[in-house]
């Protein structure tokens, strides 16, 4: 692409929109939009397959604005390109209920990819979304048929994606995994909110992504659309290695006093600065004006929708050569689970509470685990190098690998990895997991101990905000992984996940409930779940018939999130409860344990198991007063933090609220008073405060 007065005044159109939307809201970010205006121009311009039309098209060419702050610089790209984002909404920019909001968020603004703004996180989600594509295209694709999963992925980043550390998990992850369609543009201007990062940022950024095992461009001129339009088409032809476009650009490009300044950064260029810019770059329409001409250059329409019907052409090709093959595509690419889904998940179910295991709830989980992955082909599993803990590996899940030249390996029947050795990378795995999601065509989930879901969470954050179908599993839950101490001793945890809005948090007590949270999360289509499993044995739990009972929708009572375990007339008092236990997890045997105790002591306890209150605090008020019966005082007991108890009009709640300690797992229980006999004396203690 050569630069030419119209390419030149495609870029001043994003400049100038950029200046224009800040300066309306008066907040926002218009230097960086400014700086990547002719990479914009190259990219979309020349390279990037999409079409406006249908911005889900399966086999489009992703995007991702790592760099979220700029968002101007998307924005305007979707306006000019023809998708459903009128000026009316750019002149709305950051304004409520707009589509253009201070970052972009997906599902919000048609043809963004995916929410981005946590510097960082964006590049990694185009790793799993890169990832996502390398997976599908070698399970899917045939010979004769390469092109039905055939797209790449694009992402923009900036000095401050690479300054935060999940760009080195990530980078160092797609390098590894050799994701050759993933290229990624750094919009190297050198300036960050502070000013200049030179003091602070002087990693050789080249030398950096060699060592990781990319393939490394540049530095080009960022603000010559015909140098970095050859970059791109360069990055196109590696085949085996991501590859990393270092584009030098200027901050507010065109501003003729806040260009290079951290002034271009986070505020708007103010009406005199905007005037000043306009006439140095030769942009004389109005604010919010763009002309026909310019429309016309930029427009995509036509060119997006001749690439799908190419793609439609071979893909009816494919399907009648591969009708099995391709039906199964479109089904996983919409989200949707096979026909057989709910049976497997009763079957599984009703296996779990007929074999009345006493195991560990990891191991419930990789038990469950088993039975869904040959079912569901879509599971995507893998661990931050704890597999044999948290035990994320099935038989039908061997790990992924790829040779020399970056392919798939497969094994003699032909089946890819589907579980992944992240390694030590938490956050990385966490956000690339995201990725996959995003993309498409698989439910990825992966494992970790719970306490180090701290390194995890603004993914998670993010995966809760986006709605997207994302699984952890965190095992290790609580004290009773003993001797390792307070470090790995999850205390707060469980109750910080259960903050997240529209993240479903499970500890299960045993392997029925395992399996019911599994079959849950992996229901929910628009929403992450996070399964907090034991370490140590637990014993089965019998469960009344009314608790396992398939409903229409092939789940049970204990997919309510609560349900009543054991009433008094269980442990042989006839009357009805003076106070009701609630526990979640291992400590659902230590309620009812207490109950025994409390039996003999004539006191008569029900027993509730709240395996989740995020998902219980959504029922009815009918269901939760059946569950919860007014005016009998509550006890709840958890190996973690108190505070998220009393909303349940608890009396007295035992927990911990201090670190653990390294000892033996029954040490560590006595000690802080997860006994049942600790817990019979608060129920009683709670009833005679009453009387």
Request: aromatic share 8%; glycine share 10%.
């Given at each position: 692409?050569?630069?030419?007065?119209?390419?030149?005044?495609?870029?001043?159109?994003?400049?100038?929109?950029?200046?224009?939307?800040?300066?309306?809201?008066?907040?926002?970010?218009?230097?960086?939009?400014?700086?990547?205006?002719?990479?914009?121009?190259?990219?979309?311009?020349?390279?990037?397959?999409?079409?406006?039309?249908?911005?889900?098209?399966?086999?489009?060419?992703?995007?991702?604005?790592?760099?979220?702050?700029?968002?101007?610089?998307?924005?305007?790209?979707?306006?000019?390109?023809?998708?459903?984002?009128?000026?009316?909404?750019?002149?709305?920019?950051?304004?409520?209920?707009?589509?253009?909001?201070?970052?972009?968020?997906?599902?919000?603004?048609?043809?963004?990819?995916?929410?981005?703004?946590?510097?960082?996180?964006?590049?990694?989600?185009?790793?799993?979304?890169?990832?996502?594509?390398?997976?599908?295209?070698?399970?899917?694709?045939?010979?004769?048929?390469?092109?039905?999963?055939?797209?790449?992925?694009?992402?923009?980043?900036?000095?401050?994606?690479?300054?935060?550390?999940?760009?080195?998990?990530?980078?160092?992850?797609?390098?590894?995994?050799?994701?050759?369609?993933?290229?990624?543009?750094?919009?190297?201007?050198?300036?960050?909110?502070?000013?200049?990062?030179?003091?602070?940022?002087?990693?050789?950024?080249?030398?950096?992504?060699?060592?990781?095992?990319?393939?490394?461009?540049?530095?080009?001129?960022?603000?010559?659309?015909?140098?970095?339009?050859?970059?791109?088409?360069?990055?196109?032809?590696?085949?085996?290695?991501?590859?990393?476009?270092?584009?030098?650009?200027?901050?507010?490009?065109?501003?003729?006093?806040?260009?290079?300044?951290?002034?271009?950064?986070?505020?708007?260029?103010?009406?005199?600065?905007?005037?000043?810019?306009?006439?140095?770059?030769?942009?004389?329409?109005?604010?919010?004006?763009?002309?026909?001409?310019?429309?016309?250059?930029?427009?995509?329409?036509?060119?997006?929708?001749?690439?799908e019907q190419a793609w439609n052409e071979k893909f009816a090709a494919y399907k009648a050569a591969f009708p099995a093959q391709a039906k199964e595509l479109l089904r996983r690419m919409k989200g949707d689970l096979p026909k057989n889904f709910v049976q497997t998940a009763v079957d599984t179910v009703i296996a779990a509470h007929t074999k009345a295991e006493t195991v560990a709830s990891r191991k419930a989980s990789q038990l469950a685990l088993e039975a869904?992955?040959?079912?569901?082909?879509?599971?995507?599993?893998?661990?931050?190098?704890?597999?044999?803990?948290?035990?994320?590996?099935?038989?039908?899940?061997?790990?992924?690998?790829?040779?020399?030249?970056?392919?798939?390996?497969?094994?003699?029947?032909?089946?890819?990895?589907?579980?992944?050795?992240?390694?030590?990378?938490?956050?990385?795995?966490?956000?690339?997991?995201?990725?996959?999601?995003?993309?498409?065509?698989?439910?990825?989930?992966?494992?970790?101990?719970?306490?180090?879901?701290?390194?995890?969470?603004?993914?998670?954050?993010?995966?809760?905000?986006?709605?997207?179908?994302?699984?952890?599993?965190?095992?290790?839950?609580?004290?009773?992984?003993?001797?390792?101490?307070?470090?790995?001793?999850?205390?707060?945890?469980?109750?910080?996940?259960?903050?997240?809005?529209?993240?479903?948090?499970?500890?299960?007590?045993?392997?029925?409930?395992?399996?019911?949270?599994?079959?849950?999360?992996?229901?929910?289509?628009?929403?992450?779940?996070?399964?907090?499993?034991?370490?140590?044995?637990?014993?089965?739990?019998?469960?009344?018939?009314?608790?396992?009972?398939?409903?229409?929708?092939?789940?049970?009572?204990?997919?309510?999130?609560?349900?009543?375990?054991?009433?008094?007339?269980?442990?042989?008092?006839?009357?009805?409860?003076?106070?009701?236990?609630?526990?979640?997890?291992?400590?659902?045997?230590?309620?009812?344990?207490?109950?025994?105790?409390?039996?003999?002591?004539?006191?008569?306890?029900?027993?509730?198991?709240?395996?989740?209150?995020?998902?219980?605090?959504?029922?009815?008020?009918?269901?939760?007063?059946?569950?919860?019966?007014?005016?009998?005082?509550?006890?709840?007991?958890?190996?973690?933090?108190?505070?998220?108890?009393?909303?349940?009009?608890?009396?007295?709640?035992?927990?911990?609220?201090?670190?653990?300690?390294?000892?033996?797992?029954?040490?560590?229980?006595?000690?802080?008073?997860?006994?049942?006999?600790?817990?019979?004396?608060?129920?009683?203690?709670?009833?005679?405060?009453?009387?």
């Open positions: 692409m050569a630069t030419t007065p119209n390419t030149q005044q495609m870029a001043n159109a994003i400049r100038a929109l950029a200046m224009d939307a800040v300066q309306a809201a008066n907040s926002g970010h218009p230097g960086a939009p400014m700086g990547m205006a002719d990479m914009a121009v190259a990219l979309w311009g020349q390279h990037l397959s999409h079409n406006p039309a249908n911005p889900n098209w399966l086999n489009r060419d992703r995007f991702v604005l790592s760099n979220g702050h700029g968002s101007m610089l998307i924005y305007a790209l979707l306006h000019l390109t023809g998708y459903k984002l009128p000026m009316e909404e750019l002149k709305n920019f950051r304004k409520l209920h707009s589509k253009t909001a201070g970052h972009p968020e997906v599902g919000v603004t048609p043809g963004v990819e995916t929410t981005t703004g946590p510097l960082g996180q964006g590049l990694t989600n185009a790793v799993g979304m890169a990832l996502a594509e390398k997976l599908l295209a070698s399970e899917f694709n045939r010979d004769g048929h390469h092109g039905i999963v055939d797209h790449h992925t694009y992402v923009f980043m900036g000095d401050g994606c690479l300054m935060e550390g999940i760009s080195h998990e990530a980078a160092a992850l797609a390098g590894a995994w050799k994701l050759g369609k993933l290229i990624a543009l750094y919009d190297d201007n050198g300036i960050s909110i502070d000013g200049q990062v030179a003091p602070w940022f002087i990693d050789n950024t080249a030398q950096r992504f060699v060592a990781y095992g990319w393939n490394v461009i540049g530095p080009v001129n960022g603000n010559d659309a015909q140098a970095v339009g050859t970059a791109v088409a360069e990055a196109k032809q590696s085949n085996d290695r991501p590859t990393l476009i270092i584009c030098k650009t200027a901050i507010g490009f065109g501003s003729p006093n806040r260009a290079n300044t951290a002034k271009a950064h986070g505020e708007p260029l103010g009406a005199e600065e905007i005037a000043l810019t306009r006439a140095a770059i030769g942009w004389s329409h109005a604010p919010f004006v763009i002309p026909k001409e310019v429309y016309a250059d930029w427009d995509a329409k036509a060119a997006g929708k001749a690439a869904f992955t040959a079912a569901l082909p879509e599971l995507l599993g893998g661990s931050a190098d704890l597999t044999g803990s948290n035990l994320t590996n099935t038989k039908s899940t061997p790990n992924l690998r790829f040779d020399m030249h970056g392919t798939v390996v497969k094994t003699a029947e032909g089946q890819g990895g589907r579980h992944i050795n992240y390694g030590v990378r938490e956050f990385g795995m966490a956000a690339i997991m995201n990725g996959v999601a995003l993309h498409g065509g698989f439910i990825p989930y992966g494992g970790t101990f719970l306490t180090f879901s701290d390194y995890s969470r603004n993914a998670i954050r993010m995966a809760a905000l986006m709605k997207q179908r994302v699984i952890h599993v965190f095992t290790h839950d609580s004290i009773g992984l003993g001797e390792d101490g307070p470090t790995h001793q999850s205390i707060e945890h469980a109750a910080s996940l259960r903050l997240i809005p529209n993240l479903d948090v499970w500890r299960p007590g045993d392997t029925a409930e395992t399996a019911v949270a599994w079959t849950v999360a992996l229901q929910n289509k628009s929403k992450p779940t996070a399964l907090l499993l034991s370490r140590q044995n637990i014993s089965y739990a019998p469960k009344a018939e009314s608790a396992l009972a398939p409903d229409a929708c092939g789940l049970d009572a204990i997919s309510k999130g609560a349900y009543v375990l054991a009433e008094p007339s269980e442990v042989g008092l006839k009357k009805k409860p003076q106070a009701v236990i609630i526990a979640t997890g291992s400590e659902v045997q230590l309620a009812l344990h207490a109950q025994k105790l409390l039996a003999e002591r004539k006191v008569a306890v029900r027993v509730v198991s709240m395996p989740s209150t995020t998902t219980f605090d959504l029922q009815s008020a009918e269901y939760k007063s059946a569950v919860l019966p007014a005016g009998v005082p509550r006890v709840a007991v958890e190996m973690g933090s108190t505070g998220g108890w009393w909303k349940y009009g608890t009396a007295a709640v035992v927990g911990i609220d201090t670190y653990g300690e390294s000892a033996p797992a029954p040490v560590l229980f006595k000690h802080f008073g997860f006994t049942p006999e600790n817990v019979a004396d608060t129920v009683q203690s709670v009833l005679q405060r009453k009387a």
